[in-house]
Structures are given as structure tokens and as C-alpha cells.
């Protein structure tokens, strides 16, 4: 027990600074053109710390995760005498970061079942210190620091190329982003309304700033739904009318953004681009960002050169990677199937079932609607755009953000239980 003590108490130092360990590994990387490896040892440390605590109480769930990971990477394993040390190593690397969320969340649950107010205190200030360091990350980018979102493209004419600031993966940044922006609107609403209002004019300038389809989308989604989704039953119920009215004013709303799309994008500064993937690749070249192409090049690869038992088992990155230099799709659910086969999919699977019992369990509170949503969200990115369970950055975030919305919607379940 003691050692269990000791674990929490590290993992309290630790779990805050998970963003500015990030932040400053990317910083290094810019300056001195040099990867130090400290967000990659910072999270091994969060992980192992996890499994150690977990293992006092639930032995077998970490025996479980072991066995997990075992088969994750039998199928790459086979591979690997004809690899170099590299392609082992991103294979393991993210054989781990799909368990990861699940390792997070795990952890979080028991330690709201012991401590429930310290686990909230954890999960909230966290999340809170996080958003304010991704905004003095994107101010830091208007001062031009930083990397840009997207690199320039050969015979596009793009005028913003986005800001990340000190963080390496947009993608992944901008997933970041719908979590924190989940967590810290759903926790302001109620008796903070004028915070809320600052908050979602800060996390739509840096969507805008960042310059992704899944950035803007979800906080603006966040934005107009979070309030609704707070409210008790008895609005829903009562304000049926009022409510059919907000709806027709969005679809009026999103008909208007149709109408004046070419205008908003040339102010944004991304038609030129948007308009050069839709002359080589169509209308699903824009949706999916090319990622059905590259994701039937992968998967002819793997049925050319590989027997049924070894895609059902997986190929890992450098069984791709050695025919095509775009490896990976970045559709989560595909890549994890490629890479580890069955059991890849599995864990996509399993991720995402996990994630959505909580919310539908939770779902007659408003912290359980919004924790409902979240996971929609995530589900649709990580189908579509990838970086969600193949995420380096948003396992430990997302795991915070679904432990904080489950344990005030326990207490909101409380309280209606008492009235």
C-alpha cells in the first residue's frame, strides 16, 4: 500500500505538466535540431507509475494489458529479424500508445473510487493548466516561434500556413484541443457564464489559428451544444419548441457558411489549397484529406506482398514502409489493423466501447451528455482523420478529461438522488 501511496504522489507531480513536457521537447527539436526523448521517457515514467498502483488492486487488468501488448505485436515480431532497430522500436511505441488511454482511464477509476475529491482535483486543474499553456503556445506562435501547422505546398499559393507553436503534430495538437476545450466549457457553464464566453472566444481563435477541419469543427460543436447539454431534464422536456427553433437557426446558420464558403476560405487563407486537393482527388479528397487513397495503396501493399496469417496478425510500420514511403493512412482504426491486425482492431474496439459505457451510463446527467458527446466526436476523428488512439499526446488528456466528466456526473447523480 505504501508503494501505491508513493505512486500517486509522484503521478500528482507528474500528470500536470504532461502539455509542457511536450511543449519543451518540441522546443529543443526546433532550436537544436534535436530530439531529446524526454516526452517519450516522461510518459513511459506516467505509465509505468499507473500500472505499478493498478497492480495493488487490479492485478489481473494489468496482467490483461500485458497480454494485450503481446499479441499487439506478434504479428510485427515476425517481421523483425529483416528490420532495423527503428522500425521495432515505433512498432512497440505504438503497440503502447493504443493501450494507453485505457492504461489512463483505469488508473483514474481507481483512484476515484479511493480519493474521488483528489481525483477531480487532479483531472480538473490539469486540463485547466493545460488549456492555459496551449494559449501562451499559440501566442508564442504569433510571435513567430514555433513551427507552422502545414508545410507550403508546390504550386499552391497559400497565404496562412497555421500556428502550433512548440508542439510537432497538428493533428494530434488539435485533438488535444477538443478535449481540453470539453473539459474546461462543461466545468464553466453553470457559475461561470462570462468565463465561458472568454473561454470559447480563446479556443475558437486558436482552432482558427491552427487550421484544422477537426479543430474548428468540434470546439464550434462544443461551443452551441455544451450549454444545451448541461441543462436538466425538465428543459429538454419543456422547451421542445424553443429548442426546434435553435436547430433550424444552425441548419440556417450552416447553409450560410455553405453559401459564403469560398469567401470564409480565401479569408482564412486556405481556398487555394482546399481547391488544389479537389482538382487532383474530388470532394472526399477535402473530407478525408486524401486518406482513402493512401489507404488503399497501404492495403494493396499488404495483400501483394503478405499471406492472409500475416495480415490477420499484422504487418507492422516497417512491413509497409519498406514499399511506400506514406505508411500510415491515418485512419486509426485502419492503421492499427495493418500494423497489428485483429488485435489492433480489437483495441479500437474495445478503446471506444469502454469510453461510450461511461457516458451512456451517465448520460441522464449533463456532465455524462457532454462526456457522451466528447467520445462521438473523438469516435468520428479517429475513424476518419487518425491521431486519436494512434496519439502520442491525447491518450493522458482524454483519460483526464472522461475521469473528471464521470466523477461530477456521479455527484450529479447523487444529488438528484437525494431530491
Same mark, same amino acid.
Given at each position: 500500500?505504501?508503494?501505491?501511496?508513493?505512486?500517486?504522489?509522484?503521478?500528482?507531480?507528474?500528470?500536470?505538466?504532461?502539455?509542457?513536457?511536450?511543449?519543451?521537447?518540441?522546443?529543443?527539436?526546433?532550436?537544436?535540431?534535436?530530439?531529446?526523448? &524526454? #516526452?517519450?521517457?516522461?510518459?513511459?515514467?506516467?505509465? =509505468? %507509475? !499507473? /500500472? @505499478?498502483?493498478?497492480?495493488?488492486?487490479? $492485478?489481473? *487488468?494489468?496482467?490483461?494489458?500485458?497480454?494485450?501488448?503481446?499479441?499487439?505485436?506478434?504479428?510485427?515480431?515476425?517481421?523483425?529479424?529483416?528490420?532495423?532497430?527503428?522500425?521495432?522500436?515505433?512498432?512497440?511505441?505504438?503497440?503502447?500508445?493504443?493501450?494507453?488511454?485505457?492504461?489512463?482511464?483505469?488508473?483514474?477509476?481507481?483512484?476515484?473510487?479511493?480519493?474521488?475529491?483528489?481525483?477531480?482535483? &487532479? #483531472?480538473?486543474?490539469?486540463?485547466?493548466?493545460?488549456? =492555459? %499553456? !496551449? /494559449? @501562451?503556445?499559440?501566442?508564442?506562435?504569433? $510571435?513567430? *516561434?514555433?513551427?507552422?501547422?502545414?508545410?507550403?505546398?508546390?504550386?499552391?499559393?497559400?497565404?496562412?500556413?497555421?500556428?502550433?507553436?512548440?508542439?510537432?503534430?497538428?493533428?494530434?495538437?488539435?485533438?488535444?484541443?477538443?478535449?481540453?476545450?470539453?473539459?474546461?466549457?462543461?466545468?464553466?457553464?453553470?457559475?461561470?457564464?462570462?468565463?465561458?464566453?472568454?473561454?470559447?472566444?480563446?479556443?475558437?481563435?486558436?482552432?482558427?489559428?491552427?487550421?484544422?477541419?477537426?479543430? =474548428?469543427?468540434?470546439?464550434?460543436?462544443?461551443?452551441?451544444?455544451?450549454?444545451? *447539454?448541461?441543462?436538466?431534464?425538465?428543459?429538454?422536456?419543456?422547451?421542445?419548441?424553443?429548442?426546434?427553433?435553435?436547430?433550424?437557426?444552425?441548419?440556417?446558420?450552416?447553409?450560410?457558411?455553405?453559401?459564403?464558403?469560398?469567401?470564409?476560405?480565401?479569408?482564412?487563407?486556405?481556398?487555394?489549397?482546399?481547391?488544389?486537393?479537389?482538382?487532383?482527388?474530388?470532394?472526399?479528397?477535402?473530407?478525408?484529406?486524401?486518406?482513402?487513397?493512401?489507404?488503399?495503396?497501404?492495403?494493396?501493399?499488404?495483400?501483394?506482398?503478405?499471406?492472409?496469417?500475416?495480415?490477420? *496478425?499484422?504487418?507492422?510500420?516497417?512491413?509497409?514502409?519498406?514499399?511506400?514511403?506514406?505508411?500510415?493512412?491515418?485512419?486509426?482504426?485502419?492503421?492499427?489493423?495493418?500494423?497489428?491486425?485483429?488485435?489492433?482492431?480489437?483495441?479500437?474496439?474495445?478503446?471506444?466501447?469502454?469510453?461510450?459505457?461511461?457516458?451512456?451510463?451517465?448520460?441522464?446527467?449533463?456532465?455524462?451528455?457532454?462526456?457522451?458527446?466528447?467520445?462521438?466526436?473523438?469516435?468520428?476523428?479517429?475513424?476518419?482523420?487518425?491521431?486519436?488512439?494512434?496519439?502520442?499526446?491525447?491518450?493522458?488528456?482524454?483519460?483526464?478529461?472522461?475521469?473528471?466528466?464521470?466523477?461530477?456526473?456521479?455527484?450529479?447523480?447523487?444529488?438528484?438522488?437525494?431530491?
Amino acid at each position: 500500500m505504501r508503494w501505491q501511496q508513493r505512486c500517486d504522489i509522484a503521478l500528482f507531480w507528474l500528470v500536470p505538466v504532461f502539455l509542457l513536457v511536450d511543449g519543451l521537447n518540441g522546443a529543443i527539436l526546433q532550436f537544436f535540431g534535436v530530439n531529446p526523448g &524526454l #516526452s517519450v521517457g516522461y510518459k513511459l515514467t506516467v505509465l =509505468l %507509475l !499507473m /500500472l @505499478i498502483s493498478l497492480g495493488y488492486k487490479q $492485478a489481473k *487488468l494489468v496482467i490483461a494489458f500485458a497480454v494485450a501488448l503481446l499479441f499487439l505485436l506478434a504479428g510485427p515480431a515476425m517481421l523483425w529479424h529483416s528490420m532495423s532497430l527503428h522500425w521495432i522500436r515505433a512498432d512497440v511505441q505504438l503497440a503502447i500508445k493504443a493501450l494507453s488511454p485505457l492504461i489512463a482511464f483505469s488508473y483514474l477509476c481507481l483512484l476515484s473510487q479511493r480519493e474521488p475529491l483528489a481525483c477531480l482535483r &487532479l #483531472s480538473k486543474n490539469t486540463l485547466y493548466f493545460s488549456a =492555459l %499553456l !496551449m /494559449l @501562451i503556445n499559440t501566442l508564442a506562435g504569433l $510571435a513567430g *516561434l514555433g513551427f507552422h501547422a502545414y508545410q507550403p505546398l508546390d504550386g499552391v499559393a497559400q497565404s496562412f500556413l497555421g500556428i502550433k507553436g512548440f508542439f510537432y503534430s497538428t493533428n494530434e495538437l488539435s485533438a488535444v484541443l477538443l478535449v481540453l476545450c470539453c473539459a474546461v466549457l462543461s466545468s464553466c457553464w453553470r457559475q461561470h457564464k462570462a468565463l465561458y464566453l472568454l473561454c470559447s472566444a480563446m479556443f475558437i481563435i486558436i482552432a482558427a489559428l491552427l487550421l484544422t477541419k477537426t479543430g =474548428l469543427f468540434g470546439v464550434t460543436t462544443f461551443i452551441v451544444l455544451i450549454p444545451l *447539454l448541461l441543462q436538466p431534464t425538465l428543459f429538454w422536456q419543456r422547451n421542445t419548441k424553443t429548442l426546434m427553433l435553435i436547430a433550424s437557426g444552425l441548419i440556417f446558420v450552416a447553409l450560410s457558411v455553405w453559401l459564403n464558403a469560398e469567401y470564409l476560405l480565401r479569408m482564412l487563407g486556405m481556398y487555394d489549397k482546399l481547391q488544389f486537393v479537389y482538382q487532383q482527388r474530388g470532394i472526399s479528397g477535402i473530407l478525408l484529406s486524401s486518406r482513402d487513397y493512401y489507404a488503399n495503396q497501404i492495403w494493396q501493399v499488404a495483400t501483394q506482398h503478405y499471406a492472409d496469417g500475416q495480415r490477420l *496478425l499484422g504487418v507492422g510500420q516497417g512491413g509497409i514502409a519498406v514499399y511506400l514511403k506514406k505508411y500510415f493512412a491515418e485512419m486509426d482504426w485502419f492503421d492499427l489493423t495493418v500494423f497489428h491486425g485483429l488485435a489492433g482492431l480489437a483495441v479500437f474496439i474495445v478503446s471506444f466501447a469502454v469510453f461510450f459505457r461511461v457516458g451512456l451510463q451517465t448520460r441522464h446527467s449533463g456532465a455524462g451528455r457532454c462526456l457522451l458527446l466528447l467520445n462521438v466526436l473523438l469516435l468520428l476523428v479517429s475513424s476518419i482523420a487518425g491521431h486519436i488512439l494512434t496519439s502520442g499526446m491525447l491518450w493522458l488528456p482524454w483519460a483526464l478529461c472522461n475521469a473528471l466528466l464521470l466523477v461530477v456526473a456521479q455527484q450529479e447523480c447523487k444529488t438528484m438522488e437525494l431530491r
